[in-house]
């Protein structure tokens, strides 16, 4: 940090096990990338470049060798892996992550409907080449998963061999774990904790509501995805009590 303040909450050192801020890019520029990571290096964990916006990237290759020299793994949304699924090509798409060095691999269900044993099989077979980060939730904000079924999902795909499991939200922060307005599911969500560690889950939380709901109810270093790469500073500041709606969380209150 740029100087010395007492009674800041300590946050896990990079690389993190816990405590992930993990980014949505969206299609970011190659010198946005730049600028991106020039400010906001220390504090982005993993970067998805979001739904299909690989498939349409230009300069694909070049954008991933500037994220790589920062040490930054960079996977494909989950979107991707899916529209691979439905058009048979499975084998396609780990030859594709092979060929762009994608080390992380999102697996999701959120648009198909994959069997979970099926799922889970896919999980399994992709640990031989990547770290395998699986998305629970549906994307249709008619589909309510009752909280027994997120809890045996998760559990199941961390048996399967995910290193994470993400709670679906999407990009706008709308549907899985949040109701319509952006509201948390709070019951689900503490139910969910209850047999889950929470260090095993990436909370996608888009909106700052939502992240500060998780930083009070899991702490600082709790996981939080698809953060939009203007907001990574800001969520940083609000993780150790630097923003006014965390500033009492950490102070010593004699």
Known sequence: MNFNLTQIPERTA????SGLTMVMDKGLSINQVKDFMSIARPHVDIVKLGFGTSFVTPNLREKLE??????IPVYFGGTLFEAFLIRNQFD???AVCK?????YIEVSDGSINIPHAEKCGYIEKLTQYATVLSEVGSKDAAHIIPPYKWIELMRAELEAGSTYVIAEAREAGNVGIYRGSGEVREGLVQ???TQIPAEKIIWEAPQKAQQLYFLELIGCNVNLGNIAPNEVIPLETMRIGLRGDTFSLYLDKQ
């Open 14 to 17: 990079q690389p993190r096990i």
């Open 66 to 71: 500037v994220y790589a020299t920062y040490d």
């Open 92 to 94: 396609d798409y780990i």
């Open 99 to 103: 060929d762009y060095g994608i080390n």
């Open 191 to 193: 139910e969910i904790l």
